[in-house]
């Protein structure tokens, strides 16, 4: 019996992505291609600044649109609303300074800001923060949804702002399928827990908070030893000082140095600045304002720069020697440093740990976007991927199923880490069709013909319903030792068939690379091929509904009508039965669907009419 893929049955485990939530900019990044990636939408960094710009009449904009806003209009720009996630007000009293809303306690004890004469909570507003990011990674995976995610938060959250991160992906419509800890998932980025064992230390120093963790990692388990920071402390203090010294220098009076507008251009400058003088010598810091009479510009020294910070670089050194103290390990006893936050770029903050710890930190990754690959790497374990992949052998050659009209549906792919296993859906081609024939082959061809195969069995008992109604989940199993195992079971009545084929090992080097070349020169040919098949299968299917549905409307269904339907029926058939090109049985199924749109119509509404026949507005 013939068979058809399709999307009715779908228990392939769904991409998990990563999510980095922080306190400056926020990312989402998923394993693709044996790595993980940062989700970039075309012409995007992937990066979604954690601000928000509340406008009139409910208008919001978040990410980058509302730090652009930030100058114009600070007194409606909210920025780092992770610091008050799951808190008190008596817990955030400080950080109250730096937000232009008022704040009341919630009747759950957490913050409540007032908004526009709204109220907010923390979690609505990470939730739309995180909305965003959810956004931003749809359009980079092609509009695909993304519904779950591993989520980072800081070592030090406790349980009530986990779960307050939690609620917030829930508000934001994302299942919250894990919670890692930063400092662990920048581990995972590196591959740290690859190590049998061993103790790492992370150094987080992001725009707005610093935090240090001292980590164990036993049989690739991480165990946090302790933890220190200051909330307080990070890129944004090295701002600040190099908007002191540009204030310094202008000598503006009082109210003028206040204007929060000036202040937030000058913070704007200040950290175009620092970023420069990561890479160049000295670099320009100025402060435009024209309707202020100001044009003031000043070359400073990486030298300058690095003096005004070393207080700041000195406070995160104590942290770390506190951490260690607490873990009551010595800096010699530290196997691995990693370095996390973007604030991390500046060299005299690299040289520091360099000095404390007397070891070079892993700087090989973007320190921006770590976190976020790290968390990508859960996800991709947690999406019954594994981690071990260059440990691990993998299947040369990709395995799946012949589906009907001969074409190639894939449900392991090639270089798929092994052991590893996929279940993709199916259904039935023809009405009351009791039984499918499964075809096994491997190869990266797209028609089966081109294919070798490897085996066939048959399951019966498959309930007598219209066709596409039955649902059939197709489990491919490959274990360690490449035996593979293929399961087709009927989900409705569970009736279920099974064939095992031993080692994938009966192809030589020669003949993998020969069936490889292959696919390579026949790509365009086999991608046409497929669309044929696929395609015809597509008109059959329209073409029996048509035959089954027209007789019991043809009286409601004008002659000119009938006509073309009639008309593109034949032409369907002909090139069923023909060999055409691919855009030629494509333009065939177009006019086919165009003739029968007047009969669908016809159908739906009478699907309508039956549904609603005896129903009261009441009942509903």
């Known amino acids: 019996m013939a068979y058809l893929e399709l999307n009715v049955l779908d ?23 044996g790595r993980p990636q940062v989700l970039r939408p075309e012409g995007n960094s992937g990066y979604v600044p954690s601000a928000i710009w509340f406008g009139e009449n409910g208008r919001l904009l978040v990410g980058q649109e509302a730090r652009h806003q930030a100058a114009a209009d600070p007194g409606h720009v909210l920025f780092s609303v992770k610091r008050f996630m799951g808190r008190g007000l008596a817990d955030v009293g400080s950080e109250l300074e730096n937000v232009p809303f008022p704040a009341k306690p919630g009747e759950n004890g957490g913050v409540r800001f007032t908004i526009r004469g709204k109220e907010w909570s923390p979690e609505q507003l990470s939730a739309l923060i995180l909305k965003k990011v959810q956004w931003m990674a749809s359009q980079a995976l092609g509009g695909k949804p993304v519904e779950r995610a591993v989520i980072t938060v800081p070592a030090y959250f406790d349980d009530t702002q986990r779960q307050a991160t939690r609620d917030a992906a829930r508000l934001a419509g994302i299942e919250a399928v ?18 049998k064992q061993g103790t790492v230390a992370v150094y987080d120093l992001g725009g707005g908070t610093f935090d240090v963790s001292i980590l164990a990692i036993e049989d690739g388990v991480f165990r946090v030893l302790s933890t220190n920071g200051d909330t307080h402390l990070g890129g944004d203090d090295f701002d600040r000082e190099l908007v002191q010294l540009a204030l310094e220098d202008l000598a503006l009076p009082p109210a003028l140095a206040q204007d929060r507008t000036l202040r937030q251009s000058l913070r704007l400058s200040a950290e175009r600045c620092k970023i420069a003088l990561s890479k160049d010598p000295s670099a320009e810091l100025q402060l435009i304002a024209p309707d202020r009479g100001l044009d003031w510009r000043r070359q400073i020294a990486r030298t300058e720069f690095e003096a005004r910070i070393a207080p700041w670089i000195e406070r995160t050194l104590a ?13 010699r006893q530290i196997d691995e440093v990693v370095l996390v936050g973007g ?8 040289a520091a740990v360099e000095r404390l710890f007397g070891r070079r930190p892993h700087t090989e990754l973007n320190p921006d976007e770590v976190v976020a690959l790290g968390a990508a790497v859960q996800g991709h374990v947690l999406a019954g991927g594994t981690r071990d992949i260059l440990l691990l052998d993998v299947t040369p050659l990709s395995l799946g199923l012949e589906t009907m009209g001969g074409a190639v549906a894939k ?78 079971k009927e989900e409705s009545t569970g009736v279920s068939a099974h064939i095992e084929i031993q080692p994938m090992n009966g192809l030589t080097d020669g003949e993998v690379e020969s069936m490889l070349k292959s696919s390579y020169d026949n790509a ?26 027209l007789p019991g409307f043809k009286a409601e269904l004008d002659p000119e009508t009938l006509a073309d339907i009639q008309d593109a029926r034949r032409a369907a058939e002909a090139a069923r039965a023909g060999d055409p090109k691919a855009s030629e049985i494509q333009k065939v199924r177009d006019a086919l669907e165009r003739a029968s749109l007047p009969l669908s119509a016809l159908m739906m509404d009478r699907v309508a009419k039956d549904a609603l026949s005896g129903k009261k507005l009441g009942d509903f």
């Open 11 to 33: 228990n392939a485990p769904k991409p998990i992505v990563g999510i980095d939530l922080g306190t400056t900019n926020s990312m989402a990044a998923l394993f693709v291609d």
């Open 178 to 195: 894990r919670i890692v800890n930063e400092p662990t998932a920048a581990c995972l980025a590196y591959g740290l827990d690859q190590k």
């Open 319 to 331: 942290c770390c020697r506190r951490a260690l103290a607490d873990a009551g390990l010595e800096t």
């Open 343 to 350: 604030s991390t770029r500046v060299p005299a903050v690299r």
């Open 411 to 488: 449900v392991i792919q090639r270089n798929s880490p092994i052991p590893c296993q996929a279940t993709e859906g199916f259904t039935t081609y023809a009405d009351n069709q009791t039984g499918l024939d499964l075809h096994i082959v491997q190869g990266e061809r797209e028609l089966a013909k081109d294919c070798r195969t490897l085996g066939r069995f048959q399951l019966r008992g498959i309930p007598a319903l219209p066709a596409g109604m039955a649902r059939i989940a197709v489990r491919f199993a490959l274990d360690a030792d490449g035996v593979l195992a293929v399961t087709a």
């Open 524 to 549: 365009v040919a086999d991608f046409d091929a497929r669309r044929v098949a696929d395609l015809k299968v597509e008109l059959g299917i329209m073409l029996r509904a048509i035959e089954k549905n």
